[in-house]
């Protein structure tokens, strides 16, 4: 069973004193968020809570999920990096391809593009991306990265995206490509993950519904011929699972579970360097040590 953690609650210049500590006890992936800008007022359109209310405002602070997960790459050994998630469409797929092999070089080919198509309409509006399509162009840019990752000469003629042969290198370290995976939970988003996609990004979900949630992508794997490709489900915990907890979600399909390894405290009051570190130290003794 992998363990991945999330830097939530943490300053982006303490990433790599977490991370070196978090890869000597054992977690085998990091996670970073990722959104490009905010609206002043968010609509309470969040498809992950019960009142459309996301768990971030317009002053929340965001970082380019590339350049602080290089910072990572050059404090780490053994830590995949992971974005949950990168909003594909919002990017030109060039752009795209090219911040993630580069860090893939520079990281020895430890990158996890996760990724999905948005839940944000303003967010697309301000940086000049259709909206409606936003799905359709996914699509094109996943067939488009892959290609530019392995393929010597490429070019692509399709509904949203047009172009001419171009040479793109270096190719990624690892191979054949870094995994895209995808997240989502409606029904075309779970489609997506299993006919496109080289796994599933969950946010938290009990075993009973990830055991449909798995039944249903294995089915639409195995629908378009794909049940026998690597595939891995992730799914994200509330807070510190126990290890009975980890069983019960890697029982229901599970592959990976991404925690929060520290205790959050009072509202008011600052998560200390000392703080981060001591909690994923002791998760790694009680829980970690149990689960690998």
């Not at 002043?40 to 602070?61: E, F, H």
């Not at 488009?144 to 190719?171: A, N, Q």
């Not at 490709?229 to 980890?246: H, S």
Request: charged content about 20%; glycine content about 8%; some cysteine.
């Amino acid at each position: 069973m992998k363990v991945g953690f999330s830097f939530f609650g943490v300053h982006p210049t303490r990433y790599p004193v977490l991370a070196t500590k978090a890869d000597q006890v054992g977690f085998e992936s990091c996670w970073q968020p990722e959104h490009l800008v905010f609206p002043v007022n968010i609509p309470p359109t969040y498809p992950y809570s019960a009142d459309g209310v996301p768990p971030v405002n317009p002053s929340t602070q965001l970082y380019d999920p590339w350049v602080t997960l290089s910072f990572v790459a050059a404090a780490t050994q053994n830590l995949n990096l992971g974005t949950n998630v990168y909003i594909l469409p919002l990017r030109n797929p060039f752009v795209t391809a090219r911040a993630v092999g580069t860090l893939d070089m520079l990281s020895s080919g430890r990158v996890i593009l996760g990724c999905g198509i948005g839940w944000l309409r303003e967010e697309f509006e301000v940086v000049g991306e259709q909206w409606a399509n936003r799905a359709g162009r996914a699509n094109e840019i996943v067939e488009i990265i892959r290609k530019l990752w392995t393929e010597e000469t490429v070019e692509f003629h399709g509904k949203y995206y047009d172009f001419g042969p171009v040479k793109f290198e270096p190719k990624p370290t690892r191979k054949p490509h870094p995994p895209i995976q995808f997240g989502g939970t409606t029904p075309p988003a779970l489609r997506r993950a299993a006919t496109l996609g080289d796994g599933w990004i969950g946010v938290r979900h009990a075993p009973d519904e990830l055991r449909k949630i798995v039944a249903t992508l294995d089915q639409h794997r195995k629908e378009a011929g794909r049940e026998k490709l690597p595939f891995e489900v992730t799914v994200g915990t509330p807070g510190r699972p126990t290890v009975d907890d980890i069983k019960r979600l890697q029982e229901a399909g599970a592959t990976r579970v991404t925690v929060v390894p520290w205790q959050m405290p009072p509202q008011g009051t600052r998560l200390t360097r000392e703080m981060a570190l001591a909690g994923i130290e002791d998760f790694g003794e009680k829980v970690l040590s149990r689960v690998r």
